[in-house]
């Protein structure tokens, strides 16, 4: 009986048992360069739809670059407009939060002088501005 392909062999098997005995093999002996080039140069697998990877084939004919070169060009193609998306959300955030923690954390002290809500000198501690709120609290502009 043969089993369908396994890794691109055709694997018989004679009564659930395999031809080849595997306690006389032995198993291969990588080379240290060998080992460094694969930590080096990782494989990754990924997906793609027929119609895809038939344009990747394509491409790579035409072009004569590898799958790798095709993928590092698209990732630099890219990469400009990845870095403004990051701005832009990491500018986006920094407002968003910005506006949050104002509505939450603002102080704002009532000047004794003109009557108007005025935000604290930037920098003192909360605890500064409470004293000087209840010792009765006037703007810089209104002295």
């Not at 060009?73 to 998306?85: I, M, R």
């Amino acid at each position: 009986m043969v089993n369908p392909l396994v890794n691109g062999r055709a694997i018989s098997m004679i009564n659930g048992a395999s031809n080849m005995t595997t306690k006389n093999r032995k198993s291969k002996q990588v080379p240290p360069s060998r080992l460094r080039y694969e930590t080096a140069n990782p494989t990754i697998s990924i997906r793609v739809s027929q119609e895809l990877k038939e344009e990747l084939e394509e491409m790579k004919e035409m072009s004569g670059l590898s799958l790798a070169d095709i993928l590092n060009a698209g990732l630099e193609k890219l990469k400009p407009d990845v870095d403004q998306f990051y701005d832009q959300g990491l500018k986006e955030g920094y407002e968003m939060g910005y506006e949050i923690a104002e509505e939450e954390f603002k102080v704002m002290a009532t000047c004794l002088g003109c009557g108007k809500a005025h935000l604290p000198v930037v920098g003192e501690t909360m605890k500064a501005v409470a004293a000087r709120m209840l010792m009765g609290w006037c703007a810089k502009s209104c002295r």
